[in-house]
């Protein structure tokens, strides 16, 4: 049994007719007819099964013949005028490739190696100093790689920086443990 609830209702056709469609007579829009003569499917053979002839518009190849060679009579001397207007010497040199190999040797610090010792001491014993040697770490880094670059008077800015920011480290971490230990001392 049909459901009377089910959409589109069961007596209504498929598309449901209503206003939403065009009526049959606009849908699909008509086209005038085509004028086209009317064509023979497959078209005739010319030939009949039979080659072309072999004058069906292809001229006759014509044979391709090199030029002579000159032989050993054939040489004529140039006259002098002609001669002097003729002669171009060229002198052709191969190119040549030139290669370099430079190997780069730098001679500004980076302090990467007190950098990294720096950082872990600090890790272990005083977190308070990590604000300085993490940057330190990032330009010696950097003044590494300008190094390498050939930009020496940037890699010397931040190897100095990096080597003052240790520094930095070092002075923070002994102020704060001198603190604590002089809190230590005086509440025992």
Not at 103 to 116: A, W
Request: glycine share 4%.
């Amino acid at each position: 049994m049909a459901d009377p609830n089910a959409y589109p209702p069961p007596d209504a056709g498929y598309p449901p007719q209503g206003t939403a469609y065009p009526p049959a007579d606009q849908y699909p829009p008509q086209y005038p007819p085509q004028q086209y003569p009317p064509q023979q499917y497959p078209p005739p053979d010319p030939y009949q099964g039979q080659y072309p002839p072999a004058d069906a518009g292809y001229p006759p190849p014509q044979p391709q013949m090199p030029p002579p060679y000159p032989g050993p009579g054939d040489y004529k001397p140039p006259d002098a005028q002609q001669q002097a207007q003729t002669n171009v010497v060229v002198v052709a040199a191969q190119p040549t490739t030139q290669t370099i190999v430079t190997h780069v040797v730098s001679d500004v610090p980076d302090y990467f190696v007190l950098s990294i010792v720096m950082t872990i001491l600090c890790v272990f014993f005083n977190f308070c100093a990590l604000v300085c040697t993490i940057p330190a770490l990032f330009l010696s880094i950097q003044a590494r790689e300008e190094a390498l670059r050939g930009e020496r008077v940037i890699a010397l800015q931040h190897a100095r920086t990096s080597l003052y920011l240790n520094i930095a480290a070092v002075v923070f971490a002994v102020v704060v443990w001198i603190i604590w230990i002089a809190a230590a001392a005086s509440s025992g």
